[in-house]
């Protein structure tokens, strides 16, 4: 009798739980047979050339385009990378350093060859050695498309961040979203802009390697039900929810003239429903793949027009899908090496690179206290300890808001937890501001300063009115 391999069922059978850490006996052995040559030689880097233009490309002198090339020297400066990621990331867990995670909607990464080869110090090299094939090497980089995951200022300077913690050599992350298509991709047509979808994946880019093992749920919509367990403690569960499922894609981020290679992390959409076979023998063609491709919206494009409530919808599912599988997975590696989260802060610190990410502050706090049991006040506590946030403007419309209806249909428990937060801070709010009132009354009565009689008035005012609010 034939014996059938098993196969996951779904999407949802290959989570983390499964990617179990190498013997250390095979570990050694496979590092004893890694004879791959990656040094910068303009020999060795003409091998490379040659080997991924066949191997890999399956292309030969007479079939190979100018995109072919390009991806076959693409290819040749990542293999010098890899070493360097692998190893980076290895002496982050042996060092049990506490690492950065950096999270953004949005990086503009720029043309990433020519970067790499000016932080491997092999710039000339590689224009000798393209030389050599009778190639231009800034003709082959012209054929890169620019990474369709960001807009303007805004990520830029997460690009920016991101290269000056590989370049400082500090143990940091990136987090985004694997957007399909950009903003937009621009054409003068008879000499009027004209603005068509940045199809920046069509021809697949060799910098991103595909994480199919790293698979997170992320929870939409539902209802909260709360009961009292045995020990008379309050519980909170978030149930009858619909989902998706977060792929995770890496990319390297080299330093400058180091040997540090860190990572960015990008999560791309996954139905838990890839096709519904009854409703295609049933002739249903479009209704088998509907589930599919209405799940794939969220990663689909960078910033949906906003300005109707689909779009609103969807922006905030952008939002959260990125924030959930995010804080998964910095949970997973922090939980390869402690148990409790009484460390968490001392390891973890999450940087917000404005508004879009927010979600991540009730999110922690529901995994905390849903899921890992830990009470409000540690949980806050925590929360408070590891995040932080750049504001970039104060200007109205860059400070999102999120109708209630919206969360409330969406993120019942985090506008639950918000709600709790606000209450929190209110009246921490309200202590602090009686305490203030004693420190002016006594200055007033000292008659050290005149103007503190206004002042007082004024802080009055603000408490009258979180009594009201309350």
């Given at each position: 009798?034939?014996?059938?391999?098993?196969?996951?069922?779904?999407?949802?059978?290959?989570?983390?739980?499964d990617?179990?850490?190498?013997?250390?006996?095979?570990?050694?052995?496979?590092?004893?047979?890694?004879?791959?040559?990656?040094?910068?030689?303009?020999?060795?880097?003409?091998?490379?050339?040659?080997?991924?233009?066949?191997?890999t490309?399956?292309?030969?002198?007479?079939?190979?385009?100018?995109?072919?090339?390009?991806?076959?020297?693409?290819?040749?400066?990542?293999?010098?990378?890899?070493?360097?990621?692998?190893?980076?990331?290895?002496?982050?867990?042996?060092?049990?350093?506490?690492?950065?995670?950096?999270?953004?909607?949005?990086?503009?990464?720029?043309?990433?060859?020519?970067?790499?080869?000016?932080?491997?110090?092999?710039?000339?090299?590689c224009?000798?050695?393209?030389?050599?094939?009778?190639?231009?090497?800034?003709?082959?980089?012209?054929?890169?498309?620019?990474?369709?995951?960001?807009?303007?200022?805004?990520?830029?300077?997460?690009?920016?961040?991101?290269?000056?913690?590989?370049?400082?050599?500090?143990?940091?992350?990136?987090?985004?979203?694997?957007?399909e298509?950009?903003?937009?991709?621009?054409?003068?047509?008879?000499?009027?802009?004209?603005?068509?979808?940045?199809?920046?994946?069509?021809?697949?880019?060799?910098?991103?390697?595909?994480?199919?093992?790293?698979?997170?749920?992320?929870?939409?919509?539902?209802?909260?039900?709360?009961?009292?367990d045995?020990?008379?403690?309050?519980?909170?569960e978030?149930?009858?929810?619909?989902?998706?499922?977060?792929?995770?894609?890496?990319m390297?981020?080299?330093?400058?003239?180091?040997?540090?290679?860190?990572?960015?992390?990008?999560?791309?959409?996954k139905?838990?429903?890839?096709?519904?076979?009854?409703?295609?023998?049933?002739?249903?063609?479009?209704?088998?793949?509907?589930?599919?491709?209405?799940?794939?919206?969220?990663?689909?494009?960078?910033?949906?027009?906003?300005?109707?409530?689909?779009?609103?919808?969807?922006?905030?599912?952008?939002?959260?899908?990125?924030?959930?599988?995010?804080?998964?997975?910095?949970?997973?590696?922090?939980?390869?090496?402690?148990?409790?989260?009484?460390?968490?802060?001392?390891?973890?610190?999450?940087?917000?690179n404005?508004?879009?990410?927010?979600?991540?502050?009730?999110?922690?706090?529901?995994?905390?206290?849903?899921?890992?049991?830990?009470?409000?006040?540690?949980?806050?506590?925590i929360?408070t300890?590891?995040?932080?946030?750049?504001?970039?403007?104060?200007?109205?419309?860059?400070?999102?808001?999120?109708?209630?209806?919206?969360?409330?249909?969406?993120?019942?428990?985090?506008?639950?937890?918000?709600?709790?937060?606000?209450?929190?801070?209110?009246?921490?709010?309200?202590a602090?501001?009686r305490?203030?009132?004693?420190?002016?009354a006594?200055?007033?009565?000292?008659?050290?300063?005149e103007?503190?009689?206004?002042?007082?008035?004024?802080?009055?005012?603000?408490?009258?009115?979180?009594?009201?609010?309350?």
């Amino acid at each position: 009798m034939i014996k059938k391999h098993k196969h996951p069922e779904s999407t949802e059978d290959l989570l983390p739980a499964d990617v179990k850490p190498p013997k250390k006996s095979f570990a050694r052995q496979l590092q004893g047979v890694l004879t791959k040559d990656t040094s910068t030689d303009v020999a060795s880097l003409k091998r490379s050339f040659a080997r991924h233009l066949e191997s890999t490309l399956v292309k030969d002198a007479y079939s190979a385009t100018q995109l072919d090339l390009y991806k076959s020297l693409a290819y040749t400066v990542r293999d010098r990378l890899v070493k360097r990621w692998v190893a980076t990331q290895q002496a982050y867990y042996k060092q049990d350093a506490k690492r950065v995670y950096y999270l953004s909607m949005e990086y503009l990464l720029g043309r990433v060859l020519s970067n790499n080869m000016i932080n491997l110090n092999m710039l000339d090299e590689c224009h000798r050695a393209m030389r050599e094939f009778g190639f231009e090497l800034e003709k082959l980089c012209e054929m890169e498309w620019d990474a369709g995951l960001g807009n303007g200022g805004l990520g830029r300077l997460a690009a920016c961040f991101l290269d000056s913690m590989a370049t400082g050599e500090l143990p940091a992350y990136g987090y985004g979203i694997r957007y399909e298509y950009g903003i937009f991709y621009q054409k003068i047509v008879n000499g009027y802009q004209v603005e068509t979808p940045d199809n920046w994946l069509r021809y697949e880019t060799p910098w991103e390697i595909a994480r199919p093992e790293y698979l997170y749920p992320v929870k939409f919509g539902g209802r909260i039900h709360q009961y009292r367990d045995e020990h008379n403690i309050l519980k909170t569960e978030w149930i009858d929810t619909a989902g998706v499922m977060a792929m995770a894609y890496d990319m390297p981020i080299s330093g400058y003239a180091n040997n540090t290679v860190n990572n960015l992390r990008l999560w791309a959409v996954k139905s838990t429903r890839e096709f519904d076979l009854d409703d295609f023998n049933r002739g249903n063609y479009v209704k088998a793949v509907d589930d599919k491709q209405r799940s794939e919206t969220i990663s689909k494009i960078l910033y949906p027009n906003d300005n109707v409530y689909v779009g609103k919808k969807l922006r905030l599912k952008q939002e959260y899908f990125f924030v959930s599988a995010t804080l998964q997975d910095i949970i997973r590696r922090y939980k390869n090496t402690y148990r409790t989260f009484d460390r968490f802060p001392d390891k973890v610190a999450i940087q917000l690179n404005d508004t879009h990410p927010a979600l991540a502050i009730p999110e922690l706090m529901r995994i905390l206290i849903d899921i890992e049991c830990v009470s409000w006040d540690d949980a806050w506590e925590i929360t408070t300890n590891t995040f932080g946030y750049t504001n970039h403007t104060i200007m109205s419309e860059a400070l999102e808001k999120w109708p209630v209806d919206i969360l409330e249909y969406m993120l019942p428990r985090h506008l639950q937890i918000a709600y709790e937060i606000n209450r929190c801070f209110l009246k921490e709010l309200h202590a602090n501001i009686r305490g203030i009132m004693i420190d002016c009354a006594v200055c007033h009565l000292s008659k050290k300063k005149e103007k503190i009689k206004d002042y007082a008035w004024h802080i009055w005012r603000l408490w009258a009115a979180t009594q009201s609010t309350e």
